[in-house]
Nanobody
Framework: QVRLVESGGGLVQAGGSLRLSCTVS????????MGWFRQAPGQEREFVAH????????SYSDSVKGRFTISKNDAKTTMYLQMNSLKPEDTAVYYC???????????WGQGTQVTVSS
């Protein structure tokens, strides 16, 4: 079992920055992929970024590419999402997730609110 806890959300003005953290505990050795997703009010949850495998290959959605950076420590116990040049449309609940393979994510955090004011 793997447990995920997000932190670092809050209220920020447009153009500002935030760094989200995701603390991972439990059987972290089984984790292959780690990712961030977000869900805005009235919308479906969407992919933001992921980091995969021991090499740490990353991928981003087009809407955040060039502004957000995903990273993790070597022990896979903490994952980060550095968010720069934030826009009001980035407002959402952000979730971290972890998966044991490439087929999808098995574990989810409870989410942290990010609000960007214009």
């Amino acid at each position: 079992q793997v447990r995920l806890v997000e932190s670092g959300g809050g209220l920020v003005q447009a153009g500002g920055s935030l760094r989200l953290s995701c603390t991972v505990s439990g059987r972290t050795v089984s984790v292959y992929a780690m990712g961030w997703f977000r869900q805005a009010p009235g919308q479906e949850r969407e992919f933001v970024a992921h980091i995969i495998g021991s090499g740490g290959r990353t991928s981003y959605s087009d809407s955040v590419k060039g502004r957000f950076t995903i990273s993790k420590n070597d022990a896979k116990t903490t994952m980060y999402l550095q968010m720069n040049s934030l826009k009001p449309e980035d407002t959402a609940v952000y979730y971290c997730a972890a998966g044991r393979g490439a087929a999808g994510y098995d574990y989810w955090g409870q989410g942290t609110q990010v609000t960007v004011s214009s």
